[in-house]
């Protein structure tokens, strides 16, 4: 940028001698300002990196919920067919032993 220009153009003639030295009160204020503007900046990026790691962090859990979600819904699937076949399975038994109680009822 164009401050930062003049800024190495001023620092330039400075090293060289073309400024007298001096210390004034100013020259401590500006060089605060300086440092925090430089602190402020680097705060910057680092929540814009920090900002970047929680939204990769928010989208894993989504992905994992996804995940869970569809698990859920297997076992369910799962679950219904077993039940399914075990349901089956019960009522061909009952009636297996069902007529075998009436024969037996009968014969008696």
């Known amino acids: 940028s164009k401050g930062s220009e003049r800024y190495n153009i001023i620092t330039d003639l400075y090293r060289i001698?073309?400024?007298d030295e001096h210390d004034r009160l100013?020259?401590?204020l500006l060089a605060a300002n300086g440092d925090l503007m430089?602190?402020?900046a680097r705060l910057g990026?680092?929540?814009k990196q920090g900002k970047t790691v929680t939204q990769n962090i928010f989208t894993q859990l989504e992905e994992a919920n996804e995940?869970?979600?569809k698990n859920a819904a297997i076992r369910r699937?799962?679950?219904k067919?077993?039940?399914r076949k075990v349901m089956i399975k019960k009522e061909t038994t009952h009636k297996a032993v069902s007529g075998k109680k009436n024969i037996y009822r009968n014969k008696g």
């Open 77 to 79: 699937a799962v679950r």
């Open 67 to 69: 995940s869970a979600r």
């Open 38 to 40: 430089t602190t402020v």
């Open 81 to 83: 067919t077993v039940n």
């Open 45 to 47: 990026e680092a929540l």
């Open 17 to 19: 001698g073309a400024y």
């Open 26 to 28: 100013a020259d401590n």
